[in-house]
């Protein structure tokens, strides 16, 4: 059993029984294994790969994706872009190696919880088979907690699937290699962030985005200002772009495309398939245990992540929830607050939850954009400025990021927030602070009158609110 357990090993069982039992080692999963070994229940946690310790966050999703964004801005002039490239991308999957390992022994370190690497699948309502090999172990638990995560979609592209230049985010994070050519299908947060780090390395990158333009549930200017960046970067955008074919040729691939009749084609090296991420449901023997699936593929669950048959939940992007680190932290609060608290806590408690995009500069989001506002019947006032105009915010200056638009969306009849849009430097973390006002109340007015440190990218509240 050395292939699955090293504790397993020593004891030379082949079957567990467990308190808890949580399968996949994403954010929330290992959150609540974490807490409830901790209060003593013995808990099982299932990782199918040793590379996935930790979860797809810290090893091919946020972490290392930020890193990269992050380095891809610090390229010194002279320097080779592949050379430089791949020393960073290897420094980055070092970090991740470092952490994935951090997060192994976190875990294994505490003594009543049995990490399991190997794949599981249930065989009843309660009980799971985990496989690495030709090992297995039968694992049954009193509560069964499902945080599998997603897997990226392929679009059914003619020629996709079978280009050898086919990439996923997780097939780039983990080369080293810097495209000549990257095309780009699909302009969501991924493809944004990948095709503009890729840019900032070096590539040359085209995004081939469906939908008529970038950020589509953003408000005008705020998506006309982001294009206008990405643009500026040197990033071709098309969009309204329908791929209709992608074939291999001696020189690279190339992807054919239409925009209302009119064909394009871009003759590449790289094509990175960003179109979504699926729920992981497949091969968990889900039937077997009686948990039911919503059309979109996801688990079932109710307000407390219960799914249909009640000793099993499922946290994080399986239960077809919004995928993100912090999402799949706070389905971990909820879980906990069913098997140890009040049970009180629920998906329904959730407001006014922050977005970013890692660009350059991020955008981040919260609440209502200022048509959503007037759709639903707001008497709006609505407070926005070019962050290069903000004279109120030298950190701009200071940082040389410039670029952006901040803009903040308020009921003109409460005088509450109800919304924000912020591109520009440092609004991931300014984000929370609006975040925070709006679950609480705090008016539009205490928000610009508030004191903020100095230089910082928040005391733009100050000056933009004023003009309300
Ligand atoms: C490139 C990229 C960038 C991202 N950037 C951000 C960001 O900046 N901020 C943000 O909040 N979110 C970001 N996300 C989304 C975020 O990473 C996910 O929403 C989050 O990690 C989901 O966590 P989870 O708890 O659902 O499970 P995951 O962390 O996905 O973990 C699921 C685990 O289950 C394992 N598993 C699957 N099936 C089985 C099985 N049968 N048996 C055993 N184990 C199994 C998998 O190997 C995996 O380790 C990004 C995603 C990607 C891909
Ligand atoms: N910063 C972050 O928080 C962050 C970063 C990366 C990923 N994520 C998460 O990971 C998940 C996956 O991200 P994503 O950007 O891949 O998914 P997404 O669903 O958010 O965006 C996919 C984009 O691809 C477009 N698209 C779909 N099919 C297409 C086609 N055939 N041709 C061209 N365009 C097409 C869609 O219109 C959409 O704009 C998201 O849910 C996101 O929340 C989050």
């Given at each position: 059993?050395?292939?699955?357990?090293?504790?397993?090993?020593?004891?030379?069982?082949?079957?567990?029984?467990?308190?808890?039992?949580?399968?996949?080692?994403?954010?929330?999963?290992?959150?609540?294994?974490?807490?409830?070994?901790?209060?003593g229940q013995r808990v099982v946690l299932v990782e199918q790969s040793d590379q996935m310790y930790g979860g797809t966050c810290i090893n091919i999703g946020c972490v290392p994706t930020k890193a990269l964004v992050h380095r891809s801005g610090e390229r010194p002039g002279a320097d080779d872009p592949a050379v430089w490239f791949e020393k960073n991308a290897r420094d980055v999957q070092d970090l991740t190696a470092f952490l994935n390992q951090k997060n192994y022994a976190m875990l294994d370190g505490i003594d009543t919880v049995t990490v399991v690497t190997g794949k599981a699948r249930f065989l009843g309502p309660e009980t799971v088979e985990v496989r690495a090999g030709d090992d297995r172990l039968l694992v049954s638990a009193g509560a069964i907690v499902v945080n599998t995560g997603a897997v990226p979609v392929v679009p059914p592209i003619p020629g996709?699937?079978?280009?050898?230049?086919?990439?996923?985010?997780?097939?780039?994070?983990?080369?080293?290699?810097?495209?000549?050519?990257?095309?780009?299908?699909?302009?969501?947060?991924?493809?944004?962030?990948?095709?503009?780090?890729?840019?900032?390395?070096?590539?040359?990158?085209?995004?081939?985005?469906?939908?008529?333009?970038?950020?589509?549930?953003?408000?005008?200017?705020?998506?006309?200002?982001?294009?206008?960046?990405?643009?500026?970067?040197?990033?071709?955008?098309?969009?309204?772009?329908?791929?209709?074919?992608?074939?291999?040729?001696?020189?690279?691939?190339?992807?054919?495309?239409?925009?209302?009749?009119?064909?394009?084609?871009?003759?590449?090296?790289?094509?990175?398939?960003?179109?979504?991420?699926?729920?992981?449901?497949?091969?968990?023997?889900?039937?077997?245990?009686?948990?039911?699936?919503?059309?979109?593929?996801?688990?079932?669950?109710?307000?407390?992540?219960?799914?249909?048959?009640?000793?099993?939940?499922?946290?994080?992007?399986?239960?077809?929830?919004?995928?993100?680190?912090?999402?799949?932290?706070?389905?971990?609060?909820?879980?906990?607050?069913?098997?140890?608290?009040?049970?009180?806590?629920?998906?329904?408690?959730?407001?006014?939850?922050?977005?970013?995009?890692?660009?350059?500069?991020?955008?981040?989001?919260?609440?209502?954009?200022?048509?959503?506002?007037?759709?639903?019947?707001?008497?709006?006032?609505?407070?926005?400025?070019?962050?290069?105009?903000?004279?109120?915010?030298?950190?701009?200056?200071?940082?040389?990021?410039?670029?952006?638009?901040?803009?903040?969306?308020?009921?003109?009849?409460?005088?509450?927030?109800?919304?924000?849009?912020?591109?520009?430097?440092?609004?991931?973390?300014?984000?929370?602070?609006?975040?925070?006002?709006?679950?609480?109340?705090?008016?539009?007015?205490?928000?610009?009158?508030?004191?903020?440190?100095?230089?910082?990218?928040?005391?733009?509240?100050?000056?933009?609110?004023?003009?309300?």
């Amino acid at each position: 059993m050395t292939a699955l357990t090293d504790k397993t090993a020593a004891e030379g069982d082949a079957a567990l029984q467990a308190d808890l039992l949580v399968i996949g080692f994403g954010k929330g999963g290992k959150t609540l294994a974490s807490a409830l070994g901790r209060k003593g229940q013995r808990v099982v946690l299932v990782e199918q790969s040793d590379q996935m310790y930790g979860g797809t966050c810290i090893n091919i999703g946020c972490v290392p994706t930020k890193a990269l964004v992050h380095r891809s801005g610090e390229r010194p002039g002279a320097d080779d872009p592949a050379v430089w490239f791949e020393k960073n991308a290897r420094d980055v999957q070092d970090l991740t190696a470092f952490l994935n390992q951090k997060n192994y022994a976190m875990l294994d370190g505490i003594d009543t919880v049995t990490v399991v690497t190997g794949k599981a699948r249930f065989l009843g309502p309660e009980t799971v088979e985990v496989r690495a090999g030709d090992d297995r172990l039968l694992v049954s638990a009193g509560a069964i907690v499902v945080n599998t995560g997603a897997v990226p979609v392929v679009p059914p592209i003619p020629g996709l699937r079978e280009s050898a230049h086919l990439a996923t985010s997780t097939d780039l994070l983990r080369g080293t290699e810097l495209p000549r050519h990257l095309a780009v299908i699909g302009g969501g947060p991924l493809g944004l962030e990948f095709a503009q780090m890729y840019r900032r390395f070096g590539s040359e990158v085209t995004v081939l985005e469906s939908s008529p333009r970038l950020a589509g549930r953003e408000d005008d200017d705020i998506a006309g200002t982001l294009a206008a960046i990405l643009t500026g970067d040197g990033i071709r955008v098309v969009t309204g772009a329908s791929v209709t074919e992608v074939e291999d040729t001696e020189g690279g691939a190339i992807v054919r495309y239409e925009i209302e009749g009119t064909k394009g084609e871009v003759l590449v090296d790289r094509v990175l398939a960003a179109t979504g991420r699926r729920p992981a449901t497949n091969g968990l023997g889900l039937d077997a245990a009686g948990v039911e699936l919503t059309e979109r593929g996801a688990i079932a669950v109710d307000e407390h992540l219960r799914a249909s048959n009640p000793r099993v939940f499922a946290i994080g992007d399986v239960n077809g929830g919004p995928q993100f680190t912090y999402i799949s932290l706070d389905d971990h609060r909820i879980v906990a607050d069913q098997l140890v608290g009040s049970g009180r806590r629920s998906t329904a408690d959730r407001r006014a939850v922050p977005t970013t995009t890692f660009i350059t500069p991020p955008l981040s989001t919260v609440g209502l954009t200022e048509k959503a506002a007037r759709e639903a019947g707001h008497n709006v006032k609505v407070a926005a400025k070019p962050v290069a105009q903000i004279a109120a915010m030298p950190r701009a200056r200071i940082v040389g990021e410039t670029r952006g638009l901040f803009k903040v969306v308020v009921d003109a009849d409460t005088d509450l927030v109800l919304g924000a849009a912020l591109l520009g430097t440092d609004s991931q973390e300014m984000i929370n602070t609006i975040a925070l006002a709006i679950r609480h109340d705090v008016t539009a007015t205490e928000l610009r009158d508030a004191i903020y440190t100095h230089p910082s990218a928040t005391e733009a509240l100050n000056e933009v609110l004023g003009l309300l």
